[in-house]
């Protein structure tokens, strides 16, 4: 399935409306993340901190658990990921989010698009490219 503009702009603006969610007290970077599913879907996270620190949850994470909690398993199309803070270089998903994002889309048949998106740019890749030769549940098969 293929993104038009004004589904790529939906996604980017459930994005940014999920972002004003996060609970980032700590670190002051809010990000939110909004997954499309291949039946139209979109399912948001924020990312939440912890007085803890090293116990933050990133917006990617947040929306994949809240994916998977819904029973969803597979079909996910497209992600876009935003940090409010984020000018003009995009964010990119970190290496912890990649692993996550990989297992909702190794569950389903594409390659999961990547909307990495700042306010003043928009940087699409697949997820493949974020995370190559990714470990998945097929190595334990
Ligand atoms: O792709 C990213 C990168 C960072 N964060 C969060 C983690 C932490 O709460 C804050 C600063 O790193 O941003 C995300 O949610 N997603
Ligand atoms: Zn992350």
């Known amino acids: ?83 409010l803070k984020a000018d003009a270089e995009p964010i990119t998903p970190c290496g912890r989010c990649r692993q996550v994002l990989n297992e909702v889309a190794a569950l389903g048949a594409t390659d999961p698009l990547v909307l990495c998106v700042s306010k003043d740019d928009v940087r699409r890749v697949t997820l493949s490219a974020l995370l190559p030769h990714a470990f998945g549940p097929s190595h334990l098969a």
């Not at 038009?4 to 809010?30: G, M, R, T």
């Open 1 to 83: 399935m293929m993104l038009d503009d004004a589904q790529e702009q939906a996604l980017i603006i459930a994005a940014f409306a999920a972002a004003e969610q996060a609970y980032a007290p700590y670190s002051d970077y809010p990000v939110g993340a909004a997954l499309l599913f291949d039946d139209g879907a979109v399912i948001t996270g924020c990312n939440v901190e912890n007085a803890s620190y090293g116990l933050a949850l990133c917006a990617e994470t947040v929306a994949v658990a809240k994916a998977f909690g819904e029973g969803r398993r597979g079909g996910l199309v497209a992600v876009a990921v935003v940090g």
